[in-house]
């Protein structure tokens, strides 16, 4: 059996979010036998690229020693694969991570009847509001709410789980002993009383574009849904969504405040395409009281939906959705973009990819169908053309060409 040395040192030798790992694991019977391969530069291992093997041999098993003793310092958990702490879930989504780092309460979580909620950054007052109320009544019964701890949509996933007592799980695109955002510090202390932080990247990672949309997929992984609150079409949130649909999960959407209003566009998409509209808390748990009646408080399911009432969370206020929000809408994509560039290292699958798409996002299908690559390959070299900013991904399953507009 692998010792917690090599599971960290293969953590940092794959990238982040690589169906490599999976491959690796299930190769080796021992984790320690794929890192003596070193020594002949992973000669005969044909499922990673000369990059990967680069860099692979470069990482040092002193880093990985450094991570754990940096953990023992900040009394962060250390979850490898086979830990039986490790969750489930994790275990069968695309590019499960060897090792993830925990603060808090991290028991029960394959159990636990958890929804993922996601939204903008830019959030409305209306968009803060209703994911407060949401999230509230979803914990006030027994739900985990996961989250990212960003400012917007998520502290208000957050704070509103917090206001009912009940569990919050915030899953971060840095360390965790990182303080980002800063104004988000007192919201982790609150998180760490009856839930937790967890991330797959060391103690000292500092914030990265790359590393939100990696980020995601364990959002996904960790919950049964996602809820997507307010998204505009270009939201980083809307990667949450995609990985949730490609594990099989189903997809929550509220409803837009106003008709045709661009900072939920992301979420039209998706109703369209058969996500469950929500109007009340219990559209939601609906789904979910039967299958988790000895983890959800059944009796407060049926008053809510009798009462049909909702806590007042924080004052609503709309003034920012006038009916002139699209006005010079169209203005702001006039000005010319250039693609952009691809960066050295990227093997020729990358570059099919590249050259086949445009700003405007097509569907995956449409991809593979233009680079005959399979839809396995094909996920992963978008994936790995993501990390790197050089593609966004869209709702619908759909991806284009980046332009430095995304959120995170």
């Not at 998520?154 to 206001?163: I, M, N, T, V």
């Not at 009646?293 to 407060?300: G, I, P, R, T, W």
């Not at 700003?359 to 790197?388: A, N, Q, W």
Request: with cysteine; aromatic share 8%.
């Amino acid at each position: 059996m692998a010792d917690l040395r090599h599971w960290i040192w293969l953590s940092e030798a794959i990238p982040k979010g690589d169906e490599a790992t999976n491959k690796i694991i299930s190769e080796y019977e021992d984790i320690e036998q794929f890192y003596n391969l070193r020594e002949n530069d992973f000669d005969g291992v044909d499922f990673l690229t000369d990059t990967q093997k680069k860099t692979a041999k470069a990482t040092s098993m002193e880093r990985a020693e450094q991570i754990i003793s940096d953990c023992e310092r900040l009394e962060i958990t250390i979850l490898t694969q086979d830990d039986e702490r490790f969750p489930n879930r994790l275990k069968t989504i695309f590019g499960t991570p060897p090792v993830i780092y925990a603060w808090g309460n991290i028991d029960d979580i394959d159990e636990c009847p958890s929804i993922a909620v996601v939204g903008t950054r830019n959030a409305s007052d209306y968009g803060k509001t209703v994911t407060g109320n949401l999230c509230y009544e979803l914990a006030n019964v027994g739900m985990t709410i996961i989250s990212g701890c960003a400012v917007g949509i998520d502290e208000y996933a957050h704070r509103g789980a917090l206001k009912a007592n009940g569990r919050t799980l915030a899953v971060l695109g840095c360390g965790l002993d990182v303080n980002y955002p800063l104004k988000n510090a007192a919201l982790k202390k609150e998180i760490l009383k009856n839930g937790a932080l967890i991330s797959e990247l060391p103690p000292g990672t500092g914030v990265t574009g790359r590393y939100f949309p990696i980020r995601n997929r364990l959002m996904a992984g960790l919950a049964v849904s996602v809820l997507i609150t307010e998204a505009p079409e270009r939201s980083g949130a809307l990667i949450t969504a995609e990985h949730a649909l490609q594990q099989g999960k189903e997809i929550f959407c509220v409803n837009p405040l106003v008709y045709g209003n661009p900072k939920y566009a992301g979420v039209v998409k998706y109703l369209r395409d058969g996500a469950i509209a929500v109007y009340h808390p219990s559209d939601i748990l609906l789904q979910y009281y039967l299958s988790y009646a000895h983890k959800l408080d059944v009796e407060k399911i049926l008053n809510s939906i009798k009462d049909q009432k909702q806590v007042s969370y924080t004052e609503l206020k709309v003034s920012d959705e006038k009916s002139t929000y699209n006005k010079n809408a169209d203005s702001e994509r006039k000005h010319e973009r250039q693609k952009p560039n691809l960066p050295d290292g990227l093997d020729e699958n990358a570059l099919r990819v590249y050259e086949v798409l445009d700003f405007e996002p097509i569907h995956i299908e449409e991809i593979s169908l233009k680079t005959g690559l399979s839809m396995d390959k094909l996920l992963s070299v978008l994936t790995e053309l993501e990390i790197v900013g050089v593609v966004s991904s869209y709702s619908g399953r759909r991806f284009g060409l980046a332009d430095n507009e995304n959120e995170n």
